[in-house]
């Protein structure tokens, strides 16, 4: 089974941090702490639509990157989360031909899909529903990189189980509780 391609980087930051990544870290890091937090984060992103990203959103990142477990990045993880971000708002973007600020469900399976993702219409459906609340049949890009960790973050609790690369696990019911729940926030 071939699983999508790591094409937005790794999640295991590199050593070497640009001066411009250096220099906005030190901005949003308003407490001097060298870390910063998921609020820290929310502060400094802006959503593309006149507002931030939620909570909920800032806690899913700061969660991938967050090497420690201790709900902040350093700068070197801050670097790589910046470069997940600017990836999926580059793909989000490719996809939002009309620059509303969300993409309707063709252009979602569109997006996954030049991910690496192949999932069913069904599927596709589901992820609208899940994450569009006010019934506009679309997302946002708030969302959609909501969407984006959380699959991210299941597609490799999924690849450490497939050893056999089948695309098919067998999971007891604590380890998939374990899975879901550390896949949330």
């Not at 890091?29 to 939620?54: H, P, V, Y």
């Not at 939002?96 to 069913?120: C, F, K, P, V, W």
Request: net charge negative; with cysteine; charged share 15%.
């Amino acid at each position: 089974m071939a699983y999508p391609s790591a094409m937005y980087g790794s999640t295991n930051p590199g050593s070497g941090v640009s001066p411009e990544i250096q220099q906005w870290f030190s901005t949003v890091d308003k407490d001097g702490s060298g870390q910063i937090t998921a609020l820290e984060l929310q502060s400094a992103l802006a959503n593309g639509q006149g507002g931030t990203f939620s909570d909920t959103a800032c806690k899913l990142m700061i969660g991938m990157f967050d090497k420690e477990k201790n709900g902040t990045i350093n700068v070197t993880e801050f670097q790589a989360l910046y470069n997940y971000i600017n990836a999926w708002l580059g793909v989000f973007r490719g996809f939002d031909h009309d620059n509303s600020g969300s993409i309707q469900e063709s252009e979602l399976n569109a997006a996954l899909t030049q991910m690496g993702y192949r999932l069913s219409p069904e599927f596709i459906q589901f992820l609208i529903k899940k994450s569009d609340l006010r019934g506009h049949q679309s997302i946002t890009v708030d969302q959609f990189i909501v969407l984006c960790v959380q699959i991210q973050r299941f597609t490799e609790a999924f690849r450490t189980r497939d050893t056999d690369q089948t695309g098919t696990i067998t999971i007891g019911f604590e380890d998939f509780l374990g899975v879901a729940l550390s896949c949330s926030i």
